[in-house]
């Protein structure tokens, strides 16, 4: 079983995040509409839509890791718009930073990488789980994928394991009451709906789940 991950399946993951968030924009933007301005949606779809314009637009070889998730975050950084805009543009672009220059990754090495996404995005917005925002489904994440990398999983089981985590903390987020982002200014009328952040999060790693999965039944590196 694959415990690596290479950039090219990283790149089949931002098409196939792309496609999936285009098709739940509404979804997410009708759960921004019930606590937020209704354009996170949008937001991600556009964000996304502009990640693949520039991954068709490269020529050249396949990048290394650190720069494909470095183009990214620079690219959601100056399309996405909103918080979640400048939030998601430092996820990717502190994943780069804490990239080795390589072009595959250890399972080890990834979840390292995603954890200092995470950190930068707590460092940029300080929200701590239980705020009812993106983080409440990142950091279970994070410590779901950690632990199964630590256990010797597959790449695609790891990824499957962050994703039931954040869908669980996604979920969580239902009954809180939001502190950090325009939701808190609802105060106790934003409980009772699922924040949109920790949904459009929770379809990121459910989607690097299937392209994991679907790479390592390819026989990629059998
Ligand atoms: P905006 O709130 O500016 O309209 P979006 O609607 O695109 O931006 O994104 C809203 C999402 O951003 C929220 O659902 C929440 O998950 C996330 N968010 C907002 N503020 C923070 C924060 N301080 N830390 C982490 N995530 C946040
Ligand atoms: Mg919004």
Redesign the pocket.
């Known amino acids: 079983m694959a415990s690596t991950v290479t950039s090219a399946e990283l790149e089949a993951w931002l098409r196939a995040a792309a496609v999936e968030l285009a098709a739940h924009a509404d979804e997410l933007t009708a759960?921004?509409s019930a606590?937020?301005?209704a354009?996170?949606g949008t937001?991600?779809a556009r964000g996304f839509a502009a990640v693949i314009e520039k991954l068709d637009a490269a020529s050249g070889g396949e990048p290394t890791v650190p720069a494909l998730l470095k183009s990214v975050g620079m690219t959601l950084v100056s399309k996405?718009?909103?918080?979640?805009?400048s939030?998601y543009g430092t996820l990717f672009l502190d994943m780069a930073k804490a990239s080795p220059a390589e072009d595959a990754l250890t399972l080890a090495q990834a979840a390292d990488v995603v954890a200092a996404g995470v950190a930068g995005?707590?460092g940029?917005?300080?929200?701590v789980v239980g705020?009812?925002?993106?983080?409440?489904a990142w950091e279970p994440a994070v410590t779901a994928l950690q632990d199964a990398a630590a256990s010797g999983a597959s790449a695609a089981d790891a990824f499957a394991a962050a994703a039931a985590a954040a869908a669980q903390g996604r979920d969580a987020t239902e009954p809180l009451i939001a502190r950090?982002?325009?939701?808190s200014y609802l105060g106790e009328r934003s409980a009772g709906h699922i924040?949109?952040?920790?949904?459009?999060?929770t379809i990121l790693l459910d989607t690097l789940a299937r392209v994991t999965a679907e790479s390592a039944s390819d026989g990629k590196s059998a």
């Open positions: 759960l921004d606590i937020g301005d354009d996170h937001n991600m996405v718009g909103g918080a979640s805009g939030l995005v707590v940029r917005g300080h929200a705020d009812k925002t993106m983080i409440d950090k982002g325009r939701a924040d949109p952040g920790a949904a459009s999060t």
